[in-house]
């Protein structure tokens, strides 16, 4: 037993030690033959300390140096099923936001709960949306566990640190027939937005998400079948500081590849781009990742068309001509046409298969929420229907 005593006459333990400044110390050595020290302001929480030591140590629990940032990359690089988009999404905020932070440089065995939720909010004080500060904790939060799962740490901090910042879900409405008549005649007024009508007219009739159709090639549309083959997308994402254009040749989700038939509108929309696209400049020998003879270019740069610039000509049409216009129109993303193209496979008796089918969705369950947003409007439809039935039987019998 060991004979040391501390300031106040307290025996201490092997290992326990207090200095000359009062602080408390306690020594050992790791499986690797390392000494390692952890210290206390008072003999209590040094004893605390231990306690938990012990418990890892016969948990199997390796204690190390290594820090959140570090961790971060390992769990980055080991990643296996990770798209390439997700991959530069989480890269670009772990670089903006948490590699010169306190916590990513903070040692895994130093992280407790409050640290991670400290740094929260400080981001969401910095204006730090709710729905970035969940892309961070999808970050941290796996790295965390691997760290847990390769006996590094004991249990994960990062759990139930999101609690307070409860990200809004998207609100995806269907435009109604009178506002989707509204929205393409407004291209026919806006000298900017009427070179990409035929687009906006192929996602709202054929329900392709906008990184399907600008990564859409000549080779990939069958004018003779009427078929659209969707095998690839384009993607746009910050790197360090640039936004990069690359083209992926996984779709979104398992389900994204498939060859979808072309309706009326939609190969009506294809033949029109035919018209703008031969019109317009192009880059000879333009390519990007492979892939060329691209169906949807600016006409400004006669490369491939950006998302942003859709977007923002979207913006356009509604902030500008708002005032100007009989029909109101609410805010319309590119991911709007979409969700309008669902509904009205829904409304039009759709089976659910079959709209999955088309949408590209890997998920029935999403498939299924376009039901559920349109059984208001169902509901009315057949109620009509029963009085219809009614009035037949009446005049029968």
Same mark, same amino acid.
């Given at each position: 037993?060991?004979?040391?005593?501390?300031?106040?006459?307290?025996?201490?333990?092997?290992?326990?030690?207090?200095?000359?400044?009062?602080?408390?110390?306690?020594? =050992?050595?790791?499986?690797?033959?390392?000494?390692?020290?952890? &210290?206390?302001?008072?003999?209590?929480?040094? $004893?605390?300390?231990?306690?938990?030591?012990?418990?890892?140590?016969?948990?199997?629990?390796?204690?190390?140096?290594?820090?959140?940032?570090?961790?971060?990359?390992?769990?980055?690089?080991?990643?296996?099923?990770?798209?390439?988009?997700?991959?530069?999404?989480?890269?670009?905020? &772990?670089?903006?936001?948490? /590699?010169?932070?306190?916590?990513?440089?903070?040692?895994?065995?130093?992280?407790?709960?409050?640290?991670?939720?400290?740094?929260?909010?400080?981001?969401?004080?910095?204006?730090?949306?709710?729905?970035?500060?969940?892309?961070?904790?999808?970050?941290? $939060?796996?790295?965390?566990?691997?760290?847990?799962?390769?006996?590094?740490?004991?249990?994960?901090?990062?759990? !139930?640190?999101? /609690?307070?910042?409860?990200?809004?879900?998207?609100?995806?409405?269907?435009?109604?027939?009178?506002?989707?008549?509204?929205?393409?005649? $407004?291209?026919?007024?806006?000298?900017?937005?009427?070179?990409?009508?035929?687009?906006?007219?192929?996602?709202?009739?054929?329900?392709?998400?906008?990184?399907?159709?600008? !990564?859409?090639? =000549?080779?990939?549309?069958?004018?003779?079948?009427?078929?659209?083959?969707?095998?690839?997308?384009?993607?746009?994402?910050?790197?360090?500081?640039?936004?990069?254009?690359?083209?992926?040749?996984?779709?979104?989700?398992?389900?994204?590849?498939?060859?979808?038939?072309?309706?009326?509108?939609? %190969?009506?929309?294809?033949?029109?781009?035919? /018209?703008? =696209?031969?019109?317009?400049?192009?880059?000879?020998?333009?390519?990007?990742?492979?892939?060329? +003879?691209?169906?949807?270019?600016?006409? $400004?740069? !006669?490369?491939?068309?950006?998302?942003?610039?859709?977007?923002?000509?979207?913006?356009?049409?509604?902030?500008? &001509?708002?005032?100007?216009?009989?029909?109101?129109?609410?805010?319309?993303?590119? @991911?709007?046409?979409?969700?309008? %193209?669902?509904?009205?496979?829904?409304?039009? !008796?759709?089976?659910?298969?079959?709209?999955?089918?088309?949408?590209?969705?890997?998920?029935?369950?999403?498939?299924?929420?376009? &039901? +559920? @947003?349109?059984?208001?409007?169902?509901?009315?439809?057949?109620?009509?229907?029963?009085?219809?039935? @009614?009035?037949?039987?009446?005049?029968?019998?």
């Amino acid at each position: 037993m060991s004979n040391r005593k501390d300031n106040k006459g307290r025996v201490l333990k092997k290992g326990e030690s207090q200095r000359k400044d009062g602080t408390y110390m306690y020594r =050992w050595t790791d499986i690797g033959k390392k000494r390692q020290c952890i &210290y206390a302001k008072s003999l209590n929480d040094l $004893r605390k300390q231990e306690q938990q030591l012990l418990s890892e140590i016969s948990n199997g629990v390796l204690r190390t140096d290594i820090t959140l940032n570090q961790q971060i990359e390992i769990y980055l690089q080991t990643k296996a099923n990770i798209s390439k988009s997700t991959y530069s999404n989480y890269t670009y905020y &772990y670089n903006h936001s948490i /590699k010169n932070s306190f916590l990513g440089r903070m040692k895994l065995k130093e992280i407790k709960k409050a640290h991670i939720i400290k740094f929260y909010k400080e981001c969401h004080d910095d204006n730090m949306a709710n729905s970035t500060i969940a892309i961070l904790q999808k970050i941290i $939060r796996p790295s965390l566990q691997l760290a847990v799962d390769s006996d590094c740490i004991m249990k994960n901090p990062a759990n !139930g640190c999101l /609690k307070d910042y409860t990200v809004e879900k998207e609100v995806k409405y269907a435009m109604s027939y009178e506002e989707e008549n509204e929205f393409l005649a $407004r291209f026919d007024i806006c000298t900017e937005a009427k070179f990409y009508k035929p687009l906006a007219c192929l996602m709202l009739y054929s329900g392709i998400r906008i990184s399907e159709a600008l !990564g859409l090639t =000549w080779d990939d549309i069958n004018m003779e079948e009427k078929t659209i083959n969707i095998n690839h997308q384009m993607l746009c994402r910050n790197l360090n500081g640039k936004l990069v254009q690359y083209c992926e040749d996984n779709t979104k989700t398992s389900n994204g590849s498939r060859i979808i038939p072309m309706n009326d509108f939609a %190969y009506k929309a294809i033949i029109e781009q035919k /018209k703008n =696209w031969l019109s317009c400049k192009k880059i000879p020998d333009f390519s990007l990742d492979g892939y060329s +003879n691209f169906v949807f270019l600016s006409y $400004r740069t !006669g490369k491939v068309v950006r998302h942003a610039v859709i977007r923002r000509v979207f913006r356009k049409l509604i902030r500008e &001509y708002n005032d100007k216009r009989d029909i109101q129109l609410p805010a319309i993303s590119p @991911h709007i046409l979409r969700h309008t %193209y669902c509904t009205r496979l829904a409304e039009a !008796g759709t089976d659910l298969k079959t709209m999955q089918y088309l949408m590209g969705h890997s998920d029935i369950n999403t498939t299924m929420e376009v &039901y +559920n @947003h349109v059984d208001r409007n169902r509901l009315e439809k057949e109620t009509q229907k029963i009085n219809d039935l @009614h009035q037949i039987y009446t005049k029968t019998s």
